[in-house]
């Protein structure tokens, strides 16, 4: 493995008498593909949260671009950029606002937003879109703005909360594209996903069941050790035994 930029040792949340996440120790790589999969109610969000400095663990450790995930919340969320399925963008503001204001939360200087802000609209072909403001922009377009918008600060880890949901193959096909290149530069990608074949992408898969991780490795070491075809077959196999959901 590469340097290591996510590490969690037996890292555990409760809630009461109910533990949401138990115990899950894993490490990954500087630019990995991450897939960190689950059922509803397995877990991944709240470890996801905690991993963002968002939430603080029960027990364990972990850290998170060299920052410790008990005490050093805020550094963490400065070296790090999210995008969920709601995205997070701005539908009265223009693309170019969007893109300013994102910038100034992340703490780039006037001329580095206006260097970044820029490179972004060319590698997203969204010169003619500048103005446009982003509630006209089509689901798949504000996607992939959205992506650019929580790599602009140039972060050591960007997090992926199922970001792909309700668009068609063909958008989800181009955003991972814009995930490989993204990850070549030396980003990690932790990303988690409803669809199945987009665990085929990813570089390793963890897959929780009732708060633990009961499996991880390649997907296709994966598919081998379960005698399984396909990831959605892992998966399938592995919620069988869940007891608990959403």
């Not at 109610?41 to 998170?64: D, E, F």
């Not at 050093?72 to 969320?77: A, W």
């Not at 999210?82 to 100034?104: H, K, P």
């Not at 060319?122 to 918008?149: C, M, N, Y």
């Amino acid at each position: 493995m590469n340097e290591t930029v996510i590490s969690v040792k037996e890292l555990t949340k409760r809630f009461g008498a109910f533990t949401a996440v138990d115990s899950i120790s894993f490490e990954v790589g500087r630019g990995e593909i991450f897939g960190f999969l689950g059922a509803n109610g397995a877990g991944k969000t709240t470890a996801m949260r905690m991993l963002c400095g968002l939430s603080y663990p029960t027990s364990g450790s972990g850290t998170v671009a060299g920052f410790d995930i008990m005490r050093e919340g805020e550094q963490i969320k400065r070296h790090i950029g999210y995008m969920s399925q709601r995205f997070s963008l701005y539908n009265d503001l223009t693309v170019w606002e969007n893109i300013c204001l994102f910038a100034g939360i992340y703490r780039l200087t006037k001329r580095e937003t206006q260097e970044r802000a820029t490179e972004l609209l060319k590698t997203l072909d969204f010169a003619s879109e500048r103005d446009t403001l982003v509630g006209a922009l089509p689901l798949g377009w504000k996607q992939k703005l959205s992506f650019a918008i929580a790599t602009i600060h140039h972060p050591e880890v960007v997090f992926l909360d199922e970001p792909t949901g309700g668009v068609d193959p063909i958008t989800r096909r181009q955003f991972w594209e814009l995930i490989y290149k993204t990850a070549e530069s030396g980003t990690t990608i932790f990303v988690t996903t409803h669809y199945m074949d987009e665990a085929e992408y990813c570089s390793r898969v963890s897959i929780m069941v009732d708060g633990k991780v009961c499996a991880l490795d390649t997907p296709a070491r994966l598919k081998q050790q379960f005698s399984a075809d396909s990831m959605d077959e892992v998966f399938r196999t592995l919620a069988r035994g869940a007891k608990r959901g959403e």
